[in-house]
């Protein structure tokens, strides 16, 4: 069993070293998110079972915490989108895998350089570290807003979320790779969208299409993957598993819907947040991509609320400082159907989002 370190460190040089550091000795870590309160701290270390905090004073240990086997290398919290967060195990061979992957998805002639401008404590912002640490790629390091002053300094690569895509002229980097929410329609050619989570050990499919060694299934209309970047299991229960379309009981359900046809995956959204009304089920991410395509939309959530008539009515919460609501019903019905209109348009002044740019569709309604 070895100890679990959690890394309470910034963004930067000396996350990268301490990194390198429990590689080289083979302790586990977690990298704490740097916005927490001390109380959301205290729960976030209790719900990563770390058995001691490295920050920039030094090392101190945890006896209440929980250490991990030898093969685990990473315990890493879900995003938290469609629930409580999970402590999941990730081990050294996944880790090395997904880095692998990765960089023979990209690589060119010669190494990549990343610059690392998405929070540690997320996989998509993690994996950016490790495939330094695990490959010959390099970190070219700066403050994490400087995105265009980093693509004129060197770095090559660079993940992002549609957030700072939208905010940025990214174009100057050689490949942009885009995870979190659902990507725009229009982006520039060099970006990349990825579909992965915590527990496939970042993106597994880039622009549609899984990456070597990686196999991507549908059954139920659930997609389930098999993958050397899997996890190993949660903190508090195994890795479930289900059996594949190869008969083989080897594949993780992964919660998102969608179907695979010809190699291509195609991600609808999470299971459980499939509205259903009146015999029709609608995809919140779908209704998402066309309110927020209105130029008077600056941020747009889809949730749906029980109702007696329709089961379900579409609801949409809505930032903007005009009211859209015949455009908003205008474009569903044009681009869905209308079915997919909602019935009920509540105005907020923002949507939750994690840390990485998902929707926390768990808090949505709450809004009003």
Not at 118 to 147: Q, T
Not at 290 to 314: C, H, N, Y
Not at 349 to 355: D, F, M, V
Request: hydrophobic fraction near 40%.
């Amino acid at each position: 069993m070895r100890t679990l370190v959690a890394l309470d460190l910034p963004l930067g040089p000396d996350l990268e070293r301490a990194l390198r550091r429990c590689v080289e000795d083979g302790d586990a870590f977690c990298v704490l998110d740097q916005r927490l309160s001390p109380r959301g701290r205290a729960h976030e270390l209790t719900a990563l079972g770390a058995t001691a905090v490295l920050d920039a004073e030094g090392r101190r240990e945890r006896p209440e915490g929980q250490r991990v086997d030898d093969e685990v290398g990473l315990v890493m919290l879900t995003s938290g989108s469609s629930g409580p967060p999970k402590a999941a195990e990730l081990t050294w061979r996944a880790l090395r895998a997904s880095a692998d992957l990765t960089e023979t998805a990209l690589r060119a002639e010669v190494p990549t350089v990343w610059f690392p401008c998405l929070p540690a404590n997320h996989i998509g912002g993690l994996a950016v570290l490790l495939r330094a640490i695990f490959s010959d790629a390099s970190l070219l390091w700066g403050a994490p807003d400087d995105l265009e002053l980093a693509a004129q300094r060197g770095a090559t690569h660079v993940a992002v979320v549609a957030t700072q895509l939208a905010r940025h002229d990214l174009t100057g980097f050689s490949r942009v790779l885009l995870g979190g929410s659902r990507p725009p329609r229009e982006r520039p050619e060099n970006v990349v969208t990825t579909w992965g989570m915590t527990e496939t050990g970042s993106g597994v499919v880039y622009d549609g299409y899984a990456l070597a060694g990686v196999d991507v299934a549908a059954h139920d209309g659930e997609l389930l993957v098999r993958s050397p970047t899997l996890f190993r299991s949660y903190r508090d229960r195994p890795r479930p598993s289900v059996l594949g379309p190869d008969g083989r009981a080897d594949w993780f359900p992964t919660g998102d819907a969608g179907d695979v046809v010809d190699g291509r995956v195609r991600v609808r959204g999470r299971v459980g947040f499939v509205i259903n009304t009146g015999g029709e089920k609608v995809w919140p991410e779908d209704v998402e991509v066309a309110i927020g395509s209105l130029s008077g939309v600056s941020d747009v959530a889809v949730t749906g609320v029980a109702d007696a008539q329709w089961g379900e009515r579409v609801v949409a919460l809505v930032v903007s400082e005009q009211n859209c609501d015949d455009a908003i019903r205008d474009v569903t019905a044009e681009r869905i159907g209308p079915w997919a209109k909602p019935k009920e348009i509540r105005y907020v002044t923002a949507i939750p989002r994690t840390g990485n740019g998902k929707i926390r569709r768990g808090d949505l309604e709450y809004l009003h």
